[in-house]
């Protein structure tokens, strides 16, 4: 029988902007999860990242499973009013589509899900970020699975060395899902030519090319494709099977100490450093800085072990700093240049009315000159 983790989350209203959901809302989404989810689900933690709670399910009955999915629909739904009634800002933000069709992907919340038959011991990562997008796990995922220089099994250890196979994903096709996939090592660089652009090219899933097992799933919902406008960042979550024929636990969190600068920050319309942060965090900094945080698991028969926080060590305090001093140092050329996103990704519209009204006030030097000559030439 094959164990799913299903993850799910979304955005549904937080205490003095978009900071962090209030403990009434979290106690309430949690009495609402231990009432419904009756026999369908063998067992559930909630943690929230930002202003973003997510669901961790595990269950026997696959992925993308429609009684599953509808529980998190109904509990955020019920978590809405609860936010609404709250005075929450926000309240349901991520609930994007009225009624609940089968599947929330494609609805707003996002979804990770792995399904695998457990090994004789499970041990796997469950990824949360804030104010960011899913391209922000793009280059800790490179690193972690494709280069040695980040994960020494890729040369010591027999399995890791056939490589990695990337499912990634064109996120910004919208008809459908458009995909390709390759192998490390020997399509590394086209993963890098793809990887290098985080707002087109997403990583969906990774598959060891040893065993065939999947490793790693991201969600990789686009809020604006859905809405077609601005209702908020991504906030990815992804799911990361971990030791034996996978990279460790370290090997996967290593890269995090980059800090990368990635889309989103302050009206998901900024470029910030990605802040490996503590389970239940908020956000502060110019509504920001990214954020991500990592609970380490065990499961067997579906039973969780309690999270441990795989950020809550010394080593990341001195990180936190000097990603906190590139914050600082990128908010000192506050819109200019790299600091804002490039004019397509920008989240909010009122530029756009701006800049049309400056086209009206443009005008063509050599042209205009050359007209004026012209009308001068016809008068005399
Ligand atoms: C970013 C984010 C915030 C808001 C900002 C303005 O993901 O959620 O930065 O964009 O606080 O919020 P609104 O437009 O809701 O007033
Ligand atoms: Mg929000
Ligand atoms: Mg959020």
Redo the contacts with the bound molecule.
Sequence with gaps: MKTTITAIKADIGSIG??ICPSKKLLTSVENYIKEYKKDLIVDYRISYTG?DIAFLFTHFLGKDNKDVHKLAWDTFKYGSEVAESQGL??AGQDLLKDSFSGNVKGMGPAVAELSFKERPNEPFLFFAAD?TDPGAYNLPMYLSFSDPMYNSGLILSSPMSKGFRFKIMDVSHTENDRLIELNTPEDLYDIASLLRDPERFVVESIDSVDSGEQAVSVSTTRLRNIAGKYT??D?PIALVRVQGSFPATGEVLAPYNIGPYVA?????SHTGPLMPVKQNTSVSFF??PPVVSCAAYCVRDGILTEPVDAFDHPYWDQVRTRISEKATEIRKQGFFGNAMLPYSEL??GGIVEKLDKLEQQFYNRDKDVLSEVEETDMVS
Excluded: S, T, V, W
């Design positions: 902007g978009h202003d800002y926000g104010k908020g960042k906030d989103g920050f302050m009206r998901g509504d920001g989240e909010y």
